[in-house]
């Protein structure tokens, strides 16, 4: 949606128009946050539901993207009817409560650690070891986004991405082609040079803004606009065949990682060409793997969900409408999901069981949420 150039348009698709609330976007960040939920269970046969095991990307892609279309979308509108001030101080204030709902979580989450494994078990499994045995540095760490246990590890990024918003706005509402050209090339730097942002004690962050935020910006620039300019590519039908051709090949070399029998319709040449495929640096077959979802799903799903909504789709809605609490909600679930299969049981019907669980436990929270938002008036949620 273009909030700097209203006047280029004679008519503006339903979900382009003020505001209006594109729900697909809350759909699938709910649906996300179930995917990531499941993922995060260690040894979780329901992990066979969701894309990590079926494509190069997974929903940490999805998440991102969504979160820098929202951006624009909330921010890019707040400009034009409240101005600069209220853009900045926005911005800021929700790098904020995504840095202090990450500090929250690590106090929660090594509580829970410390009540349940007195500090030795499950410390390997949620990376909190180094924490157990130099606590000090682990705090200014954390509190500098240097230190960060497993499933948290994500916060700092989108921390460092919303306190770098409101100047990439500036920059996309003057010159959105060359800003996304410059997010591109600073992305190319990862790849070639391995650029990243020092962390302790791995070295760099896991999710490595540099890489990440080609994402956020290529969804922000999206929103801003850009959805205009690649219409006709999106639209056309040799891109939709190629797009579930990559599907299919990524589909096939995920599943050769399970099945061995499947190596032989993989070339050599091609093996050396796609690997390693690096996660925390947004390898380029994760990237266009997102780009090829994006394309078939954008494609296949209507853009409007105001009508009769399926309770499942209502469900996705509400995490989708909390996200970072059901986020940070749902990195706890899932640590004592582990906790269930490892004490008690590991068995299908166990791991069925905490998922279910789980997600229904996220649902009734995030519905709680919502009406709570609902009766006091706040802005929407951006992460």
């Known amino acids: 949606m273009s909030k700097h150039q209203p006047e280029s348009r004679k008519a503006s698709p339903p979900h382009e128009k003020k505001g209006y609330r594109d729900l697909r976007l809350d759909a699938c960040r709910g649906l996300a946050l179930w995917f990531i939920f499941i993922d995060h269970v ?16 997974d929903t940490s892609e999805v998440f991102v993207f969504v979160s820098g279309y929202t951006c624009m979308l909330a921010y890019g509108g707040a400009l034009e009817d409240q101005g600069w001030s209220t853009v900045v101080t926005r911005a800021l204030r929700r790098s904020l409560e995504i840095y202090c709902a990450f500090l929250l979580l690590l106090v929660a989450y090594i509580a829970v650690i410390w009540l349940v494994g007195g500090g030795e078990r499950f410390v390997d499994e949620t990376n909190t070891g180094f924490f157990f045995k130099n606590p000090g540095e682990a705090i200014v760490r954390a ?25 990439l706005l500036w920059l996309l509402m003057r010159i959105p082609v060359v800003t996304l050209a410059a997010s591109f090339l600073l992305y190319l730097m990862v790849q070639l040079q391995s650029w990243h942002v020092p962390a302790w004690p791995s070295g760099e962050l896991y999710f490595n803004p540099f890489a990440f935020q080609l994402l956020f910006v290529f969804g922000a620039w999206y929103a801003g606009g850009g959805a205009d300019l690649i219409r006709p590519l999106v639209e056309a039908r040799a891109t939709l065949i190629a797009a579930m051709l990559y599907l299919a090949f990524s589909l096939i070399v995920v599943l050769s ?80 999901g582990l906790v269930v299969l490892t004490d008690l049981s590991a068995s299908l019907m166990a791991q069925v069981a905490v998922s279910v669980i789980g997600i229904a436990i996220m649902v009734l929270a995030a519905t709680i949420a919502t009406w709570e938002a609902q009766l006091d008036r706040r802005g929407p949620k951006l992460f």
Not at 143 to 165: E, G, M, S, W
Not at 276 to 303: D, E, G, Q
């Open 42 to 57: 260690p040894d979780n046969t329901l992990a066979w539901l969701t894309l990590r095991n079926y494509g190069f990307s």
């Open 143 to 167: 509190a500098l986004l240097q230190y960060a246990p497993v499933n948290t590890d994500i916060l700092p990024t989108f921390v460092l991405l919303h306190l770098a918003f409101p100047p």
């Open 257 to 336: 990682w399970q099945f061995d029998i499947l190596n032989i319709l993989i070339p050599d040449s091609v093996t050396k060409l796609i690997y390693p495929i690096y996660k925390s640096h947004l390898a380029p077959v994760r990237l266009l793997h997102f780009l090829a979802l994006a394309v078939v799903v954008s494609r296949l799903t209507p853009p409007d969900l105001h009508g009769p909504v399926r309770p499942f789709a209502i469900a996705m809605i509400r995490c989708g409408e909390n996200s970072l609490s059901m986020y940070c909600f749902g990195v706890l679930l899932s640590f004592a």
